[in-house]
């Protein structure tokens, strides 16, 4: 079986490694640290544990930050290591009772943590957010996040609000963003996305009217595009460069000549 060992959010590999390392060689590194648990996802499944203090580095081995591991893991090894990153996170977060600070334990019912106390069950936390395709005519829509290298886009995207619709989530977060009205909202996908435990649900929008605006402390800039002078974009692993290459698609470009962002500095 393979497995997933966990230096805080940063994933143990062997250095050079093309896919998760097996359970014998991951509880070598880990040297008896860690509580180790199973994660499915589908049919497959991956045991995973959290070291409980710091990671000290072993030769040829390596802790890869997450993003970083996107571009390198075969599926369904990704699937399962995202996986087991957002469940080893919410587990190292959840040791204690919110609701009367007592120590907690796995459920023997639930993929939960039980408090021993006043038994309340904390469950794993998945945050919505919404991710959007704004296009009008043979333009789209795209943002330019602090967080971005430089020169890079993306399309827009936002948490969705306690008692809002995705619908509604996506309406405000164009406007808010941009300065932008949409219609015709129709959804498009979605992707786990454990950065740290959101889930990006996708939605293609038409322009309704408005002038662009930045008033985002988020965004350094917002602005139009057409598919073939599109700026560097995210790597194909997001469900962001599948909107994106859905409106090159749609309008005569090859979504391989869509230039992609590349990062300055190993991503973390």
């Not at 599948?242 to 973390?268: K, M, S, Y």
Request: with cysteine; glycine share 8%; aromatic share 8%.
């Amino acid at each position: 079986m393979k497995a997933c060992l966990f230096a805080g959010d940063r994933l143990v590999l062997a250095e050079g490694a093309a896919d998760l390392p097996s359970l014998e060689e991951a509880k070598r590194w880990a040297a008896g640290d860690g509580d180790w648990f199973r994660v499915d996802a589908g049919a497959t499944s991956v045991m995973a544990a959290q070291t409980s203090g710091r990671w000290d580095a072993k030769p040829g081995v390596a802790a890869i930050g997450l993003r970083a591991v996107l571009a390198l893991l075969p599926e369904p090894s990704l699937t399962l290591a995202l996986t087991a990153a957002h469940l080893a996170r919410w587990r190292r977060t959840s040791r204690y009772c919110g609701v009367c600070g007592s120590r907690t334990a796995r459920s023997p019912r639930h993929r939960a943590m039980v408090c021993g106390s006043c038994g309340h069950l904390s469950f794993p936390k998945v945050s919505p957010a919404v991710i959007v395709q704004v296009t009008r005519g043979r333009e789209i829509l795209l943002g330019r996040s602090h967080r971005h290298p430089q020169g890079s886009y993306s399309v827009l995207a936002g948490f969705v609000d306690p008692g809002e619709s995705l619908e509604d989530a996506v309406r405000r977060e164009i406007e808010e963003e941009s300065g932008v009205r949409v219609r015709d909202i129709r959804y498009f996908g979605s992707q786990p996305w454990p950065f740290p435990d959101s889930l990006m649900v996708g939605f293609t929008a038409v322009y309704a009217g408005g002038d662009l605006r930045n008033e985002d402390d988020e965004l350094e800039d917002v602005d139009w595009f057409t598919a073939d002078a599109l700026p560097p974009v995210p790597p194909s692993y997001s469900i962001a460069r599948a909107l994106i290459d859905d409106f090159a698609r749609h309008n005569g470009i090859d979504p391989a000549t869509v230039p992609t962002w590349q990062r300055t500095t190993r991503p973390r």
